[in-house]
């Protein structure tokens, strides 16, 4: 990559799910830790937060207070990769991570999988699958291994 030419961008979509944290770890490891310090990636991680109305619905009381922690852990994952930007936004997951791919004109989108069943997935929509038809990108979805008893 010529020097003063711009790298591609990669948005991770992050939420308070497990599977989301993997899915950032998993990439790091393969896309950014292996290249240090010439990554070949802007990296813009982005917390999409339900508003305080549906947090309370879908995670019950209580999850209101974990966020902030969960910001100050996504802050320190990502000061792993130098100039990498973290974003929060309030509301609905699939239409904030579209319009962020556009904003910073991405050229791969990483989210994590949930592996809702059939039922769960139409009630609550998956944001994966929303992403993966709507998004202007590549759209990459990590999968957590399931593990075998």
């Not at 899915?23 to 240090?36: G, H, K, Q, S, V």
């Not at 305080?52 to 969960?70: D, I, K």
């Not at 974003?87 to 609905?92: I, M, R």
């Not at 997951?93 to 910073?104: G, M, P, Y």
């Amino acid at each position: 990559m010529a020097t003063g030419e711009e790298k591609p961008v990669m948005v991770v979509g992050m939420d308070e799910s497990e599977q989301s944290t993997y899915a950032l770890e998993w990439t790091l490891d393969r896309f950014f830790a292996p290249y240090a310090p010439n990554f070949p990636f802007k990296l813009f991680i982005v917390h999409a937060k339900p508003n305080a109305v549906s947090a309370v619905g879908l995670a019950g009381p209580g999850a209101a207070e974990v966020l902030p922690y969960v910001d100050t852990d996504l802050k320190h994952i990502a000061a792993r990769v130098d100039g990498a930007m973290f974003e929060v936004f309030e509301g609905d997951a699939r239409s904030i991570l579209c319009d962020v791919v556009d904003k910073h004109h991405a050229s791969l989108l990483v989210v994590g999988s949930h592996g809702y069943g059939a039922i769960k997935r139409a009630v609550l929509g998956s944001v994966s699958d929303y992403c993966a038809h709507h998004a202007h990108c590549s759209v990459m979805i990590v999968k957590k291994p399931k593990i075998k008893h």
